[in-house]
């Protein structure tokens, strides 16, 4: 649990950031407890203000794929500082980096940096509506966008299933242009195409949901996604901030060998620090200003210092560490799962390569109306569980924990007897 430093500085902290945190998640508000507050990370292991060590499987919510302050991303950063932070200009690092990202994700043809996964998205949705010239946009329950208004939108009520704000301060006009579906649900997007097939300006998806916990597509489901686009003359945006890089080198998409229209990154090809992508098809990206309509910018984006930090880590997913976070990943799953079955807990646990969640439902987890079923109250009884014995997870039923390349069979053998008694304490 938190210790004495940690409750110090969350008090401090309360008195000038809303909840003490800078990001919602990270107050434990869902877990119960204080937030534990971090003084340093080194490979797979985060050390909190009172010296306690901790076993990382938040990995700063997915871009340490290499685990942190790896010698050679800290070695490009402290160079590229010392050639000053910003010019706010153009540099050979942006133009290498484009190069290096639009020979991973050869369905990324041209790409735009910015400095976070929302600038991504809210980007990517303005050129596809100005390619368009539609502003009708299809999002699906569960999946987390960033937190532009038009993508803070929840189910309305209705078949109609256009959008009502899932946030204070978005006005109803804003999400009055987003239909939510259900995840997998193939028959409800078909429905929508049929219907309304001509205003839809994109359909924008987690390829693998990791903000509702992991659930994967069903098969089938995202190749109807972007074959619906093209034949409706719409726009196939794979958000692939989370899953770019952390499923393969080349994302969920080199993983399935599927080619959207266009594509978010973020998180790991940043190298973990603030830089993230939108790209895709060239004659969608060439709306995109100076060279055509669609306004978009940004005082650090392609920030000489975070490219660096991004260089330095494509440059390390080598085929050895995705086979490695696929072992380790199989064994965490496999003993997670024998502690459920030991201990008849209605739980499941559900894996992509190295992006896992244990959902407190008996599952399978297909969309939010299942993973909403889980029992969060048991899952924070679990998760105090994991803290006591060293183990940070992600604090919240609906998040992905993840797996990084500094994470040893010891750790996760470690983990799993963590987790089997935490689970038996959480009954
Ligand atoms: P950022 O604006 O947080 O860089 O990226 C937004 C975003 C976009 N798309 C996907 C698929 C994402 O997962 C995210 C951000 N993910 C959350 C974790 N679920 C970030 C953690 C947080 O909000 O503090």
Redo the contacts with the bound molecule.
């Keep these: 649990m938190s210790g004495p430093r940690s409750t110090e500085l969350f008090a401090r902290a309360q008195r000038v950031i809303p909840g003490g945190v800078n990001?919602p998640?990270?107050a434990f508000r869902a877990v119960g407890g204080d937030p534990i507050f971090i003084a340093r990370a080194a490979g797979a292991y985060l050390y909190d203000a009172d010296g306690v060590q901790y076993t990382d499987y938040i990995g700063s919510?997915g871009p340490m794929i290499l685990g942190h302050a790896h010698p050679e991303v800290v070695r490009a950063i402290t160079e590229a500082a010392a050639r000053g932070t910003s010019y706010g200009a153009p540099t050979e690092l942006e133009v290498r980096f484009a190069e290096a990202i639009t020979l991973l994700y050869p369905s990324i043809e041209m790409m735009r940096a910015v400095s976070?996964?929302?600038e991504a998205?809210m980007a990517a949705v303005r050129v596809a509506r100005g390619h368009t010239g539609r502003d009708l946009i299809v999002k699906f329950e569960g999946c987390?966008?960033?937190h532009a208004d038009f993508l803070l939108v929840k189910a309305g009520s209705g078949a109609a299933t256009l959008g009502v704000p899932d946030s204070a301060g978005v006005p109803a006009s804003a999400a009055a242009n987003t239909a939510t579906l259900a995840y997998n649900d193939l028959a409800a997007l078909r429905d929508l195409f049929a219907a309304r097939g001509a205003a839809i300006a994109a359909v924008i998806v987690?390829p693998v949901v990791?903000?509702m916990g992991c659930v994967p597509p069903e098969p089938g489901f995202l190749e109807a996604i972007i074959e619906l686009c093209k034949a409706h003359g719409a726009v196939s945006i794979f958000?692939e901030?989370?899953t770019g890089s952390r499923l393969s080198p080349s994302g969920l998409q080199g993983r399935a060998g599927l080619a959207p229209d266009m594509t978010?990154l973020?998180k790991i090809v940043g190298g973990g620090l603030p830089l993230?992508v939108y790209g895709g098809r060239r004659d969608i990206m060439q709306n995109v200003a100076p060279l055509g309509p669609v306004y978009q910018a940004g005082t650090l984006s392609g920030n000489p210092v975070a490219v660096s930090a991004a260089l330095a880590t494509l440059a390390l997913l080598s085929d050895a560490l995705y086979t490695h976070l696929e072992t380790l990943g199989a064994r965490l799953e496999a003993g997670m799962r024998a502690s459920i079955a030991r201990h008849g807990v209605a739980a499941c646990v559900q894996r992509v390569g190295s992006m896992l969640t244990l959902f407190f439902t008996p599952g399978p987890v297909r969309s939010w109306s299942d993973a909403s079923a889980s029992d969060t109250a048991r899952f924070g009884r679990w998760h105090r569980g994991m803290r006591e014995r060293g183990q940070y997870w992600p604090p919240s039923q609906y998040?992905a924990a993840f797996i990084g390349g500094a994470h040893s069979v010891a750790d996760i053998d470690a983990t799993i007897a963590a987790c089997d008694e935490a689970l038996a304490q959480s009954a």
């Design positions: 990001s998640v990270r919510w976070s996964g929302t998205t987390y966008h960033g987690e990791g903000n958000d901030v989370m978010c973020g993230a998040e």
